[in-house]
């Protein structure tokens, strides 16, 4: 079941096989900036001082609010979020980019946050499960779809798929089943609720399309 | 003191009324085609909502003031002394607040605890862990079951590493070989397994005075408080176990493992609290697993399908644990006139084994199942008919003709005549597993003045949905709907109640909340028929409002009100089973998988599955059930197998990129009919479905594989590797 290796990038703004492929290249390459081995495009490795090894300054834009924080630059994203601004929605799993149960976004684009730096999203714009639904609280569309179609289980991984199928949603509004199915593939749910996963999916699309 | 009631009880189309004892107090058992509200409804789950928007707490999610990151050095040998160890660095390191070695010092695999540390942040606690100085003695070890089995191997324990767990026998088995017209013998393996649940182990630790509060991502609250309470020398009155929400367990999480009295007495020694949550890699190592078999089946049977005798030798390792058996669904699932058991647990220097979602079944299938095919094949026969024929199940018997009508069997060609590079091929397999639960569990339920009921149980909902099925149960008895309930689970100051394992949870706790939310009533109507003037047995209750045969109806409130503190409660307790109709739950599953023998690669095409689990309380996350039961076995046969290197004796892969489970891609098309037996041993006649659900799933792809291929491959998983190295020589059955 390879298959799961040749899965499409799904548009997010590294997939853990181009992360590691940027690995690989900075091995042979060492000059290949840091920041565009996670993808980060435009912030180049001069672009900024050398940082660390203790605390330094950063700002972030989590679900519409500013927060200042200072954070060690082996600090990732995931746990400035979970342990500094304590939303524990972001679920920590694998820290090592093989489950997705840490997917945020990062200006838009679905991101594995155990394997982005905070510094990394220093002056950026970054969406956690608790900034999708509507600022009085409605649950977003997918959210809705995953409770009424029980796309789920135990539910650690739910955040995660959720937020992946948002990103989706975000570029193809009118999803082809293989199309979720593969916006989907970095995401594993031990409980495998996927047909329902899937369901909810393209529930919340027909219903958003509809809506628009 | 018990009463008589009648129970239609069987299976669908053939109910028939039967006379049941109950005790005094227990409600009659809703019949099994009852017009209910909400009971067998597709309601949503009630904590859907909180799980989807992030707001869930899991225990890996829960901070408190002042708390303390724990973390644990661990012996990296699989077989050692600790010689001596030095923890003056790592006590001298800024931010570290507590310093433990534990008593144990001698390691019998790789992973083991060896010391602790507790510090300001996770980032101190490592580092501290890497300033402790630790000299171990090596010792020999040996983690090859194989290995194991021989004279001379490593002493794993004193008693030796072989343990003799199964010897039974019932008709002469030798001579039934001898006078059968097919005999078939091979050798099945089963890799060991990782329950892999997301959420992994951990807990966090809080003391106030000699009084410790243990937050633990667990399957048994009450399990967990007694066996800390024991480990830290306190009585259990001393020790609340909570756990709120929890990220899977399939097994993992029915006992208290080390951390959790590591972070207590951390706490302890740091006077704060500790949470201690264990990494994916010591998750992997150690908090156990799914042991491995080795099955050597010899089966016979007559021209006309007629099993004639089975022969099961089978040993797996549990690693430092037992339990390795695989033969419990053996004597029940088809009927063997003469049948011999003989089963052995190997010890190894590996992690410790423990119950895995259908523990033993899962494994035994692959070996009972191979066999019942190859030798249907041998004879000619169509391998569904002959497991029709020897079931002794008339509720199986019919699941399977459902299911081969669902699935189209007929279409099944004979073994090894798909063509093309591209092999299709069919399987099929049958489970049997208790599920009618046990007594014990108690819930109380309080109707409060002003609105809410609310409903209390330490039970523990891993993703089942016991919350769910918990709500409708006492919103039905009460003529609710599932939103006026509120149900508080996950603490052992709640009722008690049982782990969460074993497909108990819904046969064990919805009888007890029925017959709580049942005295709640009993409790309200009393109260109420003096103010209505009438008897408590005329008035009836729906939508908070109490109403008389004749007259105006009043609301709940109006009695509650009167109640000193404004809330009436009722007690249930889960009552013995009663007389039911057939023990066991039954089940099958059909497979349809393709195989690319150029490539090797395996993919499953649909499944359909037929299972009986008595009373469906919520079609809705029933079907998850099972589908995610499906799919957990889809991935035990062709990708999940933890690796050791027997010559370190070291796993090599910790961790989910190399530990491959099930993902998006590889899910088949599932086809899912729940056949609802009247089983009748509870009051709500509900069955267990979670282990059900996986037990088949394997057995038929791996059944559906040697179809496709007209070679069989005797040891899981089945991946490419193997397929290729089968379709090189055909011949080669392993003995």
Redesign the interface.
Known sequence: MATRDRAPASGRGATRREFLTGVTGALTAAAVAGGKILGSAGEGATAKPIRGPGKTKITIDVNGRRHDLSVEPRTTLLAALREDLRLTGTKSVCELGQCGACTVHLDGAARYSCLTLAVEADGRSVTTIEGLASPDGDLHPLQAAFVETDGLQCGFCTPGQVMAAAALLRRRPDPKPEEIRAALAGNTCRCAAYPKIFEAVALAASRIKKRS | MSRKARVRLGVPGRFKETEVLLPDREPDPWDIEADLQVVGKRI??V????????????T??L?IPGMLHGAILRCPLPHARLKSIDTARAEAHPGVRAVLVLDEKEYAYAGHEVAAVAADTL?CAEEALRLIQAEYEPLPFVTDPDQARKPGAPAVRPSGNVDPTVSTSRGDVEAAFRSSDAVVEAVFRTPVALH?????HGSLAKWDGDHVTLWDSTQAVFDVRDSLAKSLGIPPGKVRVIKD????G?GSKLQMRSYSPIAARLARKAAAPVRLLL??REDFLVTGNRHSSVQRVKIAGTKDGTLTALSWKSYGTGGTEGGAQTSGPIPDLYRFPSLRIEEEDVFTHAGPACPMRAPGHVQGMIGLEGAIDELSEKLGLDPLEVRIKNDPSDIRRAEFRLGAARFGWKGRRPSGTSPGPRKRGMGVAGSTWDGSGIPGPKVEVKLRAGGGVDLYCGTQD????TRTLLAQVAAEELGLGVDDVTVHLGDSYFPYSILSGGSLTAASVTPAARSAAAAARRSLLDRAAPILGVRAADLTTSRRRIAAPAGPAIPWDEVLRKVPGGSLAGEGERAPNFAGYHRGTAGCQFVEAEVDVETG???VIRVVAVHDSGRVVNP??W???V??G???GI?FA??EERVMDHRFGKVLNP???AY????????PE?EIHPFPVAAGFNNTQVMGIGEPAIIPTAAAVANAVANALGVRIYHLPLT?DKILDALEAPSSRPT
């Open positions: 949503p789950r904590d859907g909502p909180d799980k989807v928007s992030g707001r869930a707490r899991y890996f999610d901070q980032a892999a649940c997301l959420e992994g929400h929890a990220g899977g399939f990494n994916r891993i993703g089942t949905g690669q395996v993919r809705l996350l079907e998850s059930q589908s995610g499906i799919l957990q991935s062709l990708l961790n989910l990129e491959k489970v099930i993902g998006a891609l590889e899910v599932i490419p």
